[in-house]
T-cell receptor, first 111, second 114 residues
Framework: DAKTTQPNSMESNEEEPVHLPCNHSTISGTDYIHWYRQLPSQGPEYVIHGLTSNVNNRMASLAIAEDRKSSTLILHRATLRDAAVYYCILRDYRGAQKLVFGQGTRLTINP | DAGVTQSPTHLIKTRGQHVTLRCSPISGHKSVSWYQQVLGQGPQFIFQYYEKEERGRGNFPDRFSARQFPNYSSELNVNALLLGDSALYLC?????????????FGPGTRLTVL
């Protein structure tokens, strides 16, 4: 399984943008980049995913580097409810539907 | 619509015992996956079931088994419990196996082995 590297923790202020980086230098051409987050005492929650192009949805934006070896999850205006562990996951759709989670980034939002 | 539900929410067992965890997927979802999350780590994949057949298995011992029922609900069984089996057990469902589907997780069952 391809591996991702994320900072252990990040901190930001409420109502400011947050950029969560992820390195995946061994990504293959068929790997999609998925982001999930896990709020305290809850199961992981899907945030966004993409293959090559930048993606936007109601929760966040995903910026993918041209060489696909890194990506950034962007929360445009963080709220206290965005405090969670954010996981960057590479998923190869040729295999089983399993998600391979790393340690993730623990995001703290200051009021 | 109800999300993925899991029961029980908490469970305490002793070493050597057996445990059964239950999961009900979102209505219309035919695929169920199980994950183990040890404190401080990300979830680890255990099994995936689709249409009552095992479609994927993670690196877990044979003490772990699962099954899926005709109504697509699922059970995870763990025999001969060890202290190291203490974890949050997560169930995730998706409509099917197609690429476009994402997984929706339940709140988990917290298992403590004493």
């Amino acid at each position: 399984d391809a591996k991702t590297t994320q900072p252990n923790s990040m901190e930001s202020n409420e109502e400011e943008p947050v950029h969560l980086p992820c390195n995946h230098s061994t990504i293959s051409g068929t790997d999609y980049i998925h982001w999930y987050r896990q709020l305290p005492s809850q199961g992981p929650e899907y945030v966004i995913h993409g293959l090559t192009s930048n993606v936007n949805n109601r929760m966040a934006s995903l910026a993918i580097a041209e060489d696909r070896k890194s990506s950034t999850l962007i929360l445009h205006r963080a709220t206290l409810r965005d405090a969670a562990v954010y996981y960057c996951i590479l998923r190869d759709y040729r295999g089983a539907q399993k998600l391979v989670f790393g340690q993730g980034t623990r995001l703290t939002i200051n009021p | 619509d109800a999300g993925v539900t899991q029961s029980p929410t908490h469970l305490i067992k002793t070493r050597g015992q057996h445990v059964t965890l239950r999961c009900s997927p979102i209505s219309g979802h035919k695929s169920v996956s199980w994950y183990q999350q040890v404190l401080g780590q990300g979830p680890q994949f255990i099994f995936q079931y689709y249409e009552k057949e095992e479609r994927g298995r993670g690196n877990f011992p044979d003490r772990f088994s699962a099954r899926q029922f005709p109504n697509y609900s699922s059970e995870l069984n763990v025999n001969a419990l060890l202290l190291g089996d203490s974890a949050l057990y997560l169930c995730a469902s998706s409509p099917g196996l197609a690429d476009r589907y994402t997984q929706y997780f339940g709140p988990g069952t917290r298992l403590t082995v004493l």
